[in-house]
């Protein structure tokens, strides 16, 4: 009995293991603004890199969890002031496996790790969405529309931003 059982198991995880991707990919965000307590300054163009892990089940729908690092990015209203984010997700996504178009849904807690700003920093929540598009094996474009939630001062605010990337997925065998 221990063999079926030990057999099972392994059986199971490479299975998983075949059906996994890794994802990564970097971009820019074009449009951004923060709000909150009558607080309304755009937010210059900034970078992130990402990165994720989605475990594949039913053949187009995938689960799993990620993290972006949005990079220092000013406020545009020259206060001279600058942010950093990190946030951590989990994430579902469903594609159109023939076309290679699909959808993204991300929700998770976003810390702020650096800032200009004075007070105490808390993060907050974090969701976006994106519709992306697999170019050619492995190499993938996204749109994304992302919202950061972040507390200073004991004021609550949000970060929202459109953004544009590229990326590859690394099939795990």
Known sequence: MKKVISAAAVLLFFAGVGFAELNVKIGVDV??????DGYNPDVKVGS???????????????????FEYLYSRPIDEGANLEFTFLPIYATA????????V???????FNTIIAS???????????????LGWEILAGLFTEI?????GFSIGGNDYEYRKIGLSVGYSFKLI
């Open 48 to 66: 992130t890199l990402s990165g994720e892990y989605l475990y594949t089940l039913l053949g187009a729908v995938g689960l799993g969890a990620g």
């Open 116 to 130: 200009d700003f004075s007070g105490d920093k808390k993060g907050g929540f974090f969701v976006s969405g994106a």
């Open 102 to 108: 699909y959808a993204k849904a991300n929700a998770g």
């Open 31 to 36: 449009l951004g603004n923060i709000k909150g």
């Open 144 to 148: 994304s529309y992302g919202s950061y």
């Open 93 to 100: 996504k469903v594609k159109v496996p023939i076309v290679g």
